[in-house]
């Protein structure tokens, strides 16, 4: 079974500062996706970046960017230029590649304030 | 508006109420999901339908009754409820099941008396 693991509950940073959240994953599968997904107070997920396991690149998208690290099974999230509108609970996620019906494997999450 | 909207947003009910909760998708996507977000647990995966056919049950009580008309509309029956039920019930869906991007709602936060 998949697990995932993230290890801090709550972070800030001030505004226009950068900060890394951090997620542990464990799976015996070679290939699949990782997620980082955010909801904000609104209470709707939204996705914020994916990685695919079998690209070594990491994914970026704008102020976000992930460092995956395949081997030692870690996918954390840097987020540069914080802004107020990034306050949220973040969650980290797994999906295999084949055969997982939609099933995403979530972390419990990591509460992120922006302070200005 | 979003691509996912559920209704509605809040639920009180008793333990022995029977009521629905309902998600339609804008989106023209084929598969739909109920997802539950409790607050000592991940969020996890309750059902999934896909063109309007279950294709998974992940071992929930059957006092949650998920129904698809169409591919647009997902409704989730409860009935008979327990305090332990109370949580956010996320929707969401995609093009297709086993494809990564998962559109979801804002859930409806649900709390049993």
């Known amino acids: 079974a998949q697990t995932v693991t993230q290890s801090q509950p709550e972070m800030s940073v001030q505004e226009a500062e950068t900060v890394t959240l951090s997620c542990t994953y464990d799976?015996?599968?070679?290939?699949?996706?990782l997620f980082w997904y955010k909801q904000p107070p609104s209470r709707q997920m939204i996705l914020v970046i994916r990685?695919?396991?079998?690209?070594?690149q990491n994914a970026t998208e704008n102020r976000f960017s992930v460092n995956f690290q395949k081997a030692a099974k870690s996918f954390s999230l840097k987020i540069s230029d914080s802004q107020l509108g990034d306050t949220a609970m973040y969650f980290c996620?797994?999906?295999?590649?084949?055969?997982?019906?939609?099933?995403?494997?979530f972390g419990k999450g990591t509460k992120l304030s922006v302070k200005p | 508006e979003t691509g996912v909207t559920q209704t509605p947003r809040h639920l009180v009910m008793g333990m022995t109420n029977k009521k629905s909760l309902k998600c339609e998708q804008h989106?023209?996507?084929?598969?739909m999901y109920w997802y539950k977000q409790s607050a000592k647990k991940p969020l996890e995966l309750m059902f999934v339908?896909?063109?309007?056919?279950?294709?998974e049950n992940n071992s929930v009580p059957s006092r949650f009754s998920p129904e698809c008309p169409n591919s647009s509309h997902l409704f989730l029956h409860l009935h008979t409820l327990q305090p332990e039920d109370s949580a956010l019930y996320l929707c969401?869906?995609?093009?297709?099941?086993?494809?990564?991007?998962?559109?979801f709602g804002s859930g409806t936060q649900l709390s049993v008396l």
């Open positions: 969401a869906s995609s093009q297709e099941t086993g494809l990564e991007k998962l559109f």
């Open positions: 799976t015996s599968e070679s290939n699949y996706y």
């Open positions: 990685q695919e396991a079998y690209k070594q």
């Open positions: 996620a797994f999906m295999k590649h084949r055969g997982s019906q939609g099933n995403l494997i």
């Open positions: 989106l023209g996507h084929n598969a």
């Open positions: 339908y896909s063109l309007e056919e279950r294709v």
